[in-house]
């Protein structure tokens, strides 16, 4: 354990901050600067998020470093930017990082996601090669970190298989659903319908392609049901929008981009959220639509059951039908779908962003320590 009177350099890799990921690097240092009263941070920020970016302890001093993730100037140029800082302790809040690195190093690794799954929006061959790079990224960064965080249980277990490390020196802190404080706000083109919904990235794991076919099912029963697919058109969705517009599907909306007051109403609106992922690292969509009322009909894959308990109702994510059957019972059955609300209510309410920052504070103090 570190000494209180011997205050610590500690830096963290903020590069992420204000991607689709980035809520658990945004939520750890809003929560950090609450509770840290000892150790000098360092804070690495992307040079156009250093200005978006709030101080609110004196301990904390934003950095900008120009150095693009699952880059050669990772390598090379963070590398030469960490050590000039002279840090007794790095928190790398990615499992992307420089390799070469030989100081002490707390590794975030949120899952094994995408060494196991192909991104059709890439050249095949070079993704195929990044991915054999990544994979060897993230065994070394396991091994070399004195500690690594992860955000469930079945994450560590995954992490402990795939890259042999002791499972002693991994901490799972669980993250955190945030109540959005914005008014609901209608998307005009769905006020007074009936519709189910998913939010989120379209990645291949995301498993829309399914849901779809599963919605078609549905159809048969609830003609006028609508399905929306909220999220950012990207290359991804535009393809699974093409996809859907060829088979002649009826009442698939894709919103693109929405509000958070948007959000918050598709979540209180909605007849059910329904998460198909076929591999999540923890699966926070699912209870932020839990938070705010939503029955959320889910995958039973990796870590989701876990991070749900009782309070999903769950489907086989590779069985269409499965699905059909699943979201129709929460459509249908009053009770299962109140009960469904209630218990995501109190599931949501287990876990605590405040809690996580300072679990991760201990495992610093653990990490410097050694």
């Not at 903020?14 to 690097?25: D, H, I, K, N, Q």
């Not at 086989?316 to 779908?337: C, S």
């Amino acid at each position: 354990m570190i000494n209180n009177s011997s205050p610590k350099r500690i830096v963290v890799d903020a590069r992420e901050l204000r991607t689709s990921s980035g809520r658990y690097v945004e939520r750890l240092l809003h929560y950090l600067q609450q509770v840290e009263d000892t150790n000098q941070y360092k804070v690495l920020l992307k040079p156009q998020d250093v200005d978006g970016w709030t101080v609110s302890n004196e301990r904390f001093e934003k950095i900008a470093c120009p150095h693009k993730e699952f880059s050669f100037d990772e390598q090379f140029g963070l590398l030469k930017q960490v050590r000039a800082q002279q840090a007794d302790l790095v928190h790398f809040t990615f499992a992307q990082q420089p390799i070469w690195y030989r100081g002490k190093v707390v590794t975030t690794i949120h899952d094994l996601t995408t060494l196991r799954f192909n991104n059709p929006d890439k050249n095949p061959l070079v993704f195929g090669f990044k991915q054999k790079v990544y994979s060897y990224v993230v065994k070394r960064a396991a091994r070399k970190s004195v500690r690594l965080i992860v955000p469930s249980q079945f994450v560590k277990d995954d992490v402990v298989k795939f890259s042999d490390v002791n499972p002693d020196k991994i901490t799972v802190t669980h993250e955190a659903a945030d109540e959005i404080k914005d008014l609901g706000a209608a998307v005009a083109e769905l006020e007074g319908k009936q519709f189910v919904m998913y939010v989120g990235r379209p990645s291949p794991h995301k498993n829309l392609e399914r849901l779809i076919q599963a919605f078609k099912l549905l159809k048969a029963q609830h003609p006028d049901l609508i399905l929306v697919l909220a999220g950012k058109r990207d290359a991804n969705y535009r393809r699974v929008e093409a996809a859907v517009e060829t088979q002649e599907i009826k009442n698939v909306v894709f919103t693109d981009f929405v509000s958070e007051g948007q959000l918050r109403w598709l979540y209180e609106q909605t007849l059910a959220y329904v998460f198909p992922s076929l591999s999540e690292g923890f699966g926070l969509p699912g209870l932020e639509a839990m938070l705010h009322g939503a029955p959320v009909v889910s995958s039973n894959a990796t870590c989701l059951p876990e991070v749900y308990g009782e309070a999903a109702h769950y489907f086989d994510p590779t069985d269409v039908q499965a699905m059909a059957d699943a979201i129709n019972e929460v459509l249908t059955d009053k009770v299962l779908r109140d009960a469904l609300i209630q218990k995501g209510r109190l599931q949501a309410a287990k876990y605590s962003w405040q809690r996580l920052a300072g679990q991760t504070l201990e495992i610093y103090k653990q990490a410097l320590g050694n």
